[in-house]
T-cell receptor
Framework: DAGVTQSPTHLIKTRGQHVTLRCSPISGHKSVSWYQQVLGQGPQFIFQ???????GRGNFPDRFSARQFPNYSSELNVNALLLGDSALYLCASSLQVSSYNEQFFGPGTRLTVL | DQQVKQNSPSLSVQEGRISILNCDYTNSMFDYFLWYKKYPAEGPTFLIS?????DKNEDGRFTVFLNKSAKHLSLHIVPSQPGDSAVYFC????????????????FGSGTQLTVLP
């Protein structure tokens, strides 16, 4: 069974640009979460989606948005990129949204903003 | 304000010995705790978890201890193996504020474990 997949692997953008990151969950998983991991820190929660609805949002500005598609894949969009948005963006999937099931992480997308 | 803290950025242990990784938390609403392991260029991998109603959970070489009164948990790895060398993240979660809302994970900053052969 394929794990969580993310694309692209690496991305370089300049300040002010827009970026879209993609995630495909494990087959059968209906919940997708997005995390930002800045160098030297742990992952920080951005969004969680379940059945195409936003079920949770972390402390991130409105420049960050996301959506989930009928096949449960998800996109994370970031507008007006800032240097501080440079980070590893992790996607995690789980069976349900509010259960004790552990979240399974993808390898991440490394975003560099110049 | 860091709600989950891992105060040791790194730890080195001899192969075969015990590795003890520590984690402290401040939010008393956390009711579920997890440990993840992360290798370079990979996403975090779930290791072991513990509910707040327990004080110990064991899975093979890995044991997690929870001290609720001290808001402290630890991960014990016995015996340590070179393949255990990785960054270990402690994470905590609590039920969302309403039914069906997200069970968010709050991570610590990680501890780099190096197991020396």
């Amino acid at each position: 069974d394929a794990g969580v997949t993310q694309s692209p692997t690496h991305l370089i953008k300049t300040r002010g640009q827009h970026v879209t990151l993609r995630c495909s969950p494990i087959s059968g998983h209906k919940s997708v979460s997005w995390y930002q991991q800045v160098l030297g820190q742990g992952p920080q929660f951005i969004f969680q989606y379940y059945e195409k609805e936003e079920r949770g949002r972390g402390n991130f500005p409105d420049r960050f948005s996301a959506r989930q598609f009928p096949n449960y894949s998800s996109e994370l969009n970031v507008n007006a990129l800032l240097l501080g948005d440079s980070a590893l963006y992790l996607c995690a999937s789980s069976l349900q949204v509010s259960s004790y099931n552990e979240q399974f992480f993808g390898p991440g997308t490394r975003l560099t903003v110049l | 304000d860091q709600q989950v803290k891992q105060n040791s950025p790194s730890l080195s242990v001899q192969e075969g010995r015990i590795s003890i990784l520590n984690c402290d938390y401040t939010n008393s609403m956390f009711d579920y705790f997890l440990w993840y392991k992360k290798y370079p260029a990979e996403g975090p991998t779930f290791l072991i978890s513990i509910s707040s109603i327990k004080d110990k959970n064991e899975d093979g070489r890995f044991t997690v201890f929870l001290n609720k009164s001290a808001k402290h948990l630890s991960l014990h790895i016995v015996p340590s193996q070179p393949g255990d060398s990785a960054v270990y993240f402690c994470a905590a979660s609590n039920t969302g504020i309403s039914s069906g809302s997200a069970r968010q994970l709050t991570f610590g900053s990680g501890t780099q474990l190096t197991v020396l052969p």
